[in-house]
C-alpha cells in the first residue's frame, strides 16, 4: 500500500464570528479548491463562556451542509422550520441547509466547549434540495478500540462500525484518540480528498511534527499513519469524500456555482423569499 504523503498543513487561527464568538478558524475561503468538497471548519475549544455564549443569532444559509460535533458542551439550537433542540457532548447534528434555511446556535455554558462545526459543499445538482436535519445521537456513532485507539465514527465506514449514511456527500467523519507513544494506520480510498485536523494535543506524520489545531491534508495513496508524542495522548478527525470539481461563489454563509446564483440569494433574502420549503 502506498502511504499518502503531507501536501499541505494549515494551523488554525484565532477568529471571533457569530455575535461574538471566539473560535479557531481552520479552513476557510482560501482553501476551497485544495480541500474540496470541504469548505470551512471551526474549531472550539475555551474553558471561558465569554467566548462563546454570545452565540451565533438567527443567519441564512444555502448550498451547503453543516456538520457541528461537540466532544464537551450544549449547544441549543433553532430554525425557521421550527425545529428546537439541544447538541450535548458526544453528539452531533448534520444539517442540509439546501434552498435556504434560517437558523441560530446558542452554546451554554459549560466547564469547557471542545467541538467543530465542519460545511460541506453540496453538488450542483443538488443545491437547492429541501432543508433537513439529522440530530446525531452517542448511539448512532459507534465505537471500536483499534491500534492502542478509541474510534468514535460519525459518518462512513471504519473496519466494521458503520456511522450514518450522508445523503448527499458520502464524506467519512472519523473521531480518533490516539495514546501518547503510540501509532495508528488508517487505510484511504485512493480517489478522495483526505485531511486531519488535531483538535487536542500534538503528533507527529511521516517524521513531521503536527501541533494541536493544525489540519493536515494528503497527497493520493491508500492510507496514511499518525504517531501521538511519547509524554502525551492526542485526539484528532479524519475527514474524507471524493471532491466535486465544480465551481464554487462563495459570500458568507451561502455558496453557490456562480456568481448570478450567490447574488439572486441575497436579493431573495433581501425581498423575504429566501425560504422555499416550509
Known sequence: ??????RKTIRGQRAVDGAGVHLVRVLGNRDVKDFDPFLMLDSFDSEDPADYTAGFPMHPHRGIETITYLISGEIEHE???GNKDIIHAGESQWMTAGSGILHQEMPKPSERMLGFQLWLNLPQKEKMVEPAYLSMTKEMMPEIVK??????VLSGTFEDANGVVPRHIPASIVDIQLQRGKTIEIPTKSDETVFVFFIEGDAQINEQMIPSKTAVLFEEGDCISVSAKEDSDTRFIFFSAKALHEPIAWGGPIVMNTEEELENAFEELRRGEFIKHK
Open 79 to 81: 430554525d425557521s422550520l
Open 147 to 152: 491500534d492502542n485507539a478509541k474510534i468514535r
Open 1 to 6: 500500500m502506498k502511504k499518502r504523503e503531507i
